[in-house]
């Protein structure tokens, strides 16, 4: 257990469609990231934030946004889905910054009908 | 730009022997930090082990070791006496130090499959 917590674990959702993927981080880590993984592209980093505020930005889509709250749990939202949005997503967390090892959560699969 | 090459897409093994996973990285910092994560058919990724760039020693945690040498920019991992348990994707990942953000730069992993 890597004391990441992502919810929910699977998503079926339609195309045009809006979802919300949550994730809590370790306790005490400050940093949290977010990836994609498909087969075509591999696993991408999409984006971090850092105490609350945005700290670097990836392949992340327009369509796509995210936001880290004050309790440190974030979100990352993704709107007018398509086919190709289909992927499992990853959140992960480190204790800041400085290349300290990223613990990741169980995942999200999403599945575009 | 960093990249990190795992040109083994597949291997397959058989229980007891050895194995080695290549990783090749490309990165025009001279501070980083090399990673290795295992992910399992149940699909989480799981952290192996990290390497700084200024400690080139070897690491030995049980059956597996990592072999890391900056003149060749590989960092190396081997499975001794493998185990049906072994069975995973195993990525190698590359982050810089001290900058903006220490983003994961993730290899395409290679599929190791252990054959009882």
């Known amino acids: 257990d890597s004391g990441v917590t992502q919810t929910p674990k699977h998503l079926i959702t339609a195309t045009g469609q809006r979802v919300t993927l949550r994730c809590s981080p370790r306790s005490g880590d400050l940093s949290v990231y977010w990836y994609q993984q498909s087969l075509d592209q591999g696993l991408q980093f999409l984006i971090q934030?850092?105490?609350?505020?945005?700290?670097a930005k990836g392949n992340i889509l327009e369509r796509f946004s995210a936001q880290q709250f004050p309790d440190l749990h974030s979100e990352l939202n993704l709107s007018s889905l398509e086919l190709g949005d289909s992927a499992l997503y990853f959140c992960?967390?480190?204790?800041?910054?400085?290349?300290?090892?990223?613990?990741f959560g169980d995942g999200t699969r999403l599945s575009i009908l | 730009a960093q990249k990190v090459t795992q040109a083994q897409t597949e291997i397959s093994v058989v229980e007891k022997e050895d194995v080695t996973l290549d990783c090749v990285y490309e990165t025009r910092d001279t501070t980083y930090y090399l990673f290795w994560y295992k992910q399992p058919p149940s699909g989480e990724l799981v952290f192996l082990i990290r390497?700084?760039?200024?400690?080139?020693q070897n690491e030995i945690s049980g059956r597996y070791s990592w072999n890391f040498q900056k003149s060749t920019s590989s960092f190396n991992f081997t499975i001794t006496a493998s185990q049906v348990v072994d069975s995973a994707v195993y990525f190698c990942?590359?982050?810089?130090?001290?900058?903006?953000?220490?983003?994961?730069?993730f290899g395409t992993g290679t599929l190791l499959a252990v054959q009882p």
């Open positions: 934030y850092y105490n609350g505020e945005e700290r």
């Open positions: 992960a967390s480190s204790a800041g910054q400085g290349g300290q090892p990223q613990h």
């Open positions: 390497r700084n760039s200024f400690d080139e």
């Open positions: 990942a590359l982050t810089n130090y001290g900058g903006a953000t220490n983003k994961l730069i």
